[in-house]
């Protein structure tokens, strides 16, 4: 019982890369063509180790396809793997839903799609492994499907596939919840599962529980190497599993210190190396930058004042070293003065405002905005939902950092304005 596999999940193909479309300068085709390039870059790495087979987890796609292109473009990729006798199992997860998809095109025979209706099982014979799983019928399924999942057969390796958000992970929402121990209790050797863009362990062996990730991230929330999983069972006994990176374009976030930094010409030598260190660690991908710049200095309100400025220094830097292969997606200052607003002035109705914001309860606040806006919420699009940036802050730290940009935007008027009259 000797073979080798890949688990990979959250492919999303065409989807569009988050905050680079809109930069100058960007190479818009290059972009927009990434989720293909890695797909391609994962059925190289198939074909090339010669797997004995592919898992998919789920959200193959990103919703419904513009056009036949999409489609035709992942039957044509599953045409080289059955050219190379490599079949593929798949599970439909919330982005892919049988209820989202509503075009359709004949894939060749090496590939197999789960039932959405109800949990089905494929026995691989000749090597020994058994796989069971079931895809989404609809895009929010909260039920417990594991439940379903029959338990496992005797005298095979035992693999589950799964979209889920297991017990829950910030930022997705809670499709097909299920605990561990509900996994454990099936006795399969491994759980393949989807939907949670980071690779995370949830059991590193009796059984395997891994979600490898996504293979291309599309925004700044979505940093470091993304791949999938190479695994290899030998006499039926997990052997080895290497993270394998198949990303062309790698999204990274620099969080810059300026405590004592006096002189910009300085900051900008401390951030080339920087952005020289995070492109060498690309290992010659494309590379999006996000900065984010904190600490009290007095470069603070030069920074406030001139944000452009900043913003098109740094791209100007960047496209010097990557030589148009980094682009700088964008700068948040987070940076604040010497002088606090307690030492600029006395007490008014606006730092009376300032004061009672910091002893709020941002959760309770949170909840009441949500209520207030809801029916504005339910109109907004989906990208503005759950962007990289919501319009209506979905979490409690997201409200804090906008209260606060709006405190120093404030703070900064009040300082300035101490300054002109002092």
């Known amino acids: 019982m000797d073979f080798t596999f890949i688990h990979a999940a959250d492919i999303h193909l065409d989807s569009p890369l988050k905050g680079l479309s809109r930069y100058e ?8 063509s990434a989720t293909r390039e890695a797909f391609t870059n994962l059925v190289d790495l198939a074909i090339e180790r010669q797997v004995d087979f592919i898992i998919i ?17 992942f039957a044509s990729e599953m045409a080289r793997l059955q050219k190379e006798q490599i079949p593929v199992f798949m599970i439909k997860g919330n982005h892919d839903a049988a209820s989202v998809i509503t075009k359709e095109i004949k894939l060749p025979d090496n590939v197999h799609m789960f039932d959405v209706k109800k949990c089905g099982s494929v026995k691989l014979d000749d090597i020994g492994v058994v796989i069971h799983g079931q895809g989404f019928s609809t895009r929010a399924v909260l039920d417990n499907l594991v439940k379903g999942y029959p338990n496992s057969v005797d005298g095979y390796y035992n693999i589950g596939i ?35 863009h980071k690779r995370e362990y949830l059991s590193e062996k009796e059984p395997v529980i891994l979600f490898p990730g996504n293979i291309q991230s599309r925004h700044s929330k979505e940093t470091g190497p993304k791949g999938c999983t ?47 260190k995070a492109y060498d ?40 070293i990557g030589n148009g292969d980094i682009w700088i997606e964008k700068v948040k200052l987070k940076t604040t003065a010497l002088n606090s607003l307690s030492e600029a002035s006395n007490s008014t109705p606006v730092t009376g405002i300032l004061e009672w914001l910091d002893d709020m309860s941002y959760e309770e606040m949170l909840q009441e905005i949500k209520e207030e806006f809801q029916s504005l919420h339910n109109a907004l699009p989906m990208d503005l939902k759950r962007g990289d940036e919501p319009v209506i802050p979905d979490t409690a730290d997201a409200l804090r950092e906008k209260i606060q940009a709006a405190k120093d935007i404030i703070n900064e008027g009040l300082l300035m304005d101490r300054g002109k009259h002092s």
């Open 25 to 32: 300068g960007a190479a818009v085709g290059r972009l927009r």
């Open 57 to 73: 987890a789920g959200d193959l796609y990103d919703g419904d396809w513009k056009d036949y292109n999409t489609g035709l473009y």
């Open 162 to 196: 799964l979209h889920t958000s297991a017990g829950g992970r910030e930022g997705h929402e809670n499709y097909a919840p299920c605990s561990i121990e509900d996994m454990k209790g099936k006795g399969y050797d491994y759980w393949a599962l989807g939907h949670i």
């Open 230 to 276: 190479l695994v290899e069972v030998e006499g039926g006994t997990l052997k080895d599993m290497t993270h394998m990176p198949l990303d062309v374009l790698r999204w990274e976030v620099i969080d810059a210190d300026l405590t004592g930094v006096t002189q910009y010409e300085e900051w900008m030598a401390q951030i080339e190396q920087e952005i020289e």
């Open 281 to 320: 660690l690309a290992d010659g991908r494309m590379l999006a930058l996000r900065f984010i710049l904190n600490g009290q200095t007095p470069l603070h309100f030069e920074l406030a004042s001139d944000r452009d400025r900043v913003l098109n220094d740094l791209r100007s830097m960047a496209f010097s």
